[in-house]
Structures are given as structure tokens and as C-alpha cells.
T-cell receptor, first 111, second 113 residues
Framework: SQTIHQWPATLVQPVGSPLSLECTVE??????LYWYRQAAGRGLQLLFY??????ISSEVPQNLSASRPQDRQFILSSKKLLLSDSGFYLC??????????FGPGTRLTVL | AQTVTQSQPEMSVQEAETVTLSCTYD???????LFWYKQPPSRQMILVIR????KQQNATENRFSVNFQKAAKSFSLKISDSQLGDAAMYFC??????????WGAGTKLIIKP
């Protein structure tokens, strides 16, 4: 069966520091991968998606970036965090049936 | 632009009763997929049920069923015999194309014991 991992679960970072969140998927090949951000009490905002290694599509302008160095690895990064980057970050993988399955999420607080 | 609207920010229901959560969408596409996701306090997003637009039969998963009205572009979720564990945020989402889901803003479901 397929599983998706995200880490860290919780992160507190100062403004201006770098960020690296990692997501890995097991049990499937060539999945579509997604990064979402969710503000408290709000819906999901799609940040990036990838349909293959090295292929990244960005949905919103921001100081975040994403990379997919391996088939089942998806990384969300920032060189300098802003206060507005605080939120709950979810990674998901997508099937050929257009379903998406989510990781446990990372709660990021920027101080 | 394609949109998904959940008009109920919050709903409450007595335990063991039935509740219906509303969702409408807007698209000119003929082929699409609709989903309901549940997000409990743990914030893990869980797929509850899916519906293919080309299927007329409403999807059912145990106590969860949908009322899919294609002409009205409506996709409501019915939860029967509500349980305390059903308390969560519920999100409606639609897949049209380009690998992306379009998400509603969510409905918070409260279960009264």
C-alpha cells in the first residue's frame, strides 16, 4: 500500500531563516506531487505541483520554491522566511483517478 | 474561472441524526470528478467519497452518501447516524484538468452528544 511521509511535524523558525520541508511517497511510481498551504480555519491553497522529476509548476508568486530531485521526493524551500509564511503545509500525491492523498502536514511558525 | 462553493461555514447535528453539507461548483467542462475530504482536529486530510461526473448513480460509502445534481452543479454530502468521530472540517473539491483540485472553503461539522 502507498504511504506518504512529511517532516518535520512542527517547526518554529525566525524571520529571514531558510526553510526545507520534505515529503516522500512509498508504494507508487511516478506520482503527481503537490504542496498546499492552509491558514488556520481556511481552505487549501495550492502552492506547487509536479508531474515528474525536475518538473515543477508554481501556482502563486511567493518566496517559496519546490524541487523534485527523485521520483517520490518533493521538497519545499525558502531562502528567507517571512512572517506571512506561517501556516500548515500539506504534501499530497495524486493517482490516475484524480484522487489526492495527503501526508500528516507540517505546522510552521515564523517568529 | 472554475470555482467550488461551500455556503455553510458551520453545521451542527445531534449524535445519531443525519446531516447534509452543501457544495456547488461552476465549470464548463463535461468530464470532471468531485470529492469530499474530511479534516479532523489532527489536520490529516482524509478522502471520504468521490463521484465521477459521467456517472448518474450517487456514490455511497457506508454512512456517507452524495446527492449529485449535475444540471444544478450541486454535490452535497449526507452523513447518516452521525458519530462523535465525524466532527471535523469537510472540504468539497473538484478535479477538472491540469492535475489540480479546486477546493471549497470548508464546512465545520459539530456533533452534539
Amino acid at each position: 500500500s502507498q504511504t506518504i511521509h512529511q517532516w518535520p511535524a512542527t517547526l518554529v523558525q525566525p524571520v529571514g531563516s531558510p526553510l526545507s520541508l520534505e515529503c516522500t511517497v512509498e508504494g507508487t511510481s511516478n506520482p503527481n506531487l503537490y504542496w498546499y498551504r492552509q491558514a488556520a480555519g481556511r481552505g487549501l491553497q495550492l502552492l506547487f505541483y509536479s508531474v515528474g522529476i525536475g518538473q515543477i509548476s508554481s501556482e502563486v508568486p511567493q518566496n517559496l520554491s519546490a524541487s523534485r530531485p527523485q521520483d517520490r521526493q518533493f521538497i519545499l524551500s525558502s531562502k528567507k522566511l517571512l512572517l506571512s509564511d506561517s501556516g500548515f503545509y500539506l504534501c499530497a500525491w495524486g493517482t490516475g483517478n484524480n484522487e489526492q492523498f495527503f501526508g500528516p502536514g507540517t505546522r510552521l511558525t515564523v517568529l | 474561472a472554475q470555482t467550488v462553493t461551500q455556503s455553510q461555514p458551520e453545521m451542527s447535528v445531534q449524535e445519531a441524526e443525519t446531516v447534509t453539507l452543501s457544495c456547488t461548483y461552476d465549470t464548463s467542462e463535461s468530464d470532471y470528478y468531485l470529492f469530499w475530504y474530511k479534516q479532523p482536529p489532527s489536520r490529516q486530510m482524509i478522502l471520504v467519497i468521490r463521484q465521477e461526473a459521467y456517472k448518474q448513480q450517487n456514490a455511497t460509502e457506508n454512512r456517507f452518501s452524495v446527492n449529485f445534481q449535475k444540471a444544478a452543479k450541486s454535490f452535497s454530502l449526507k452523513i447518516s447516524d452521525s458519530q462523535l468521530g465525524d466532527a471535523a472540517m469537510y472540504f468539497c473539491a473538484c478535479y477538472y484538468s491540469n492535475y489540480q483540485l479546486i477546493w471549497g472553503a470548508g464546512t465545520k461539522l459539530i456533533i452534539k452528544p
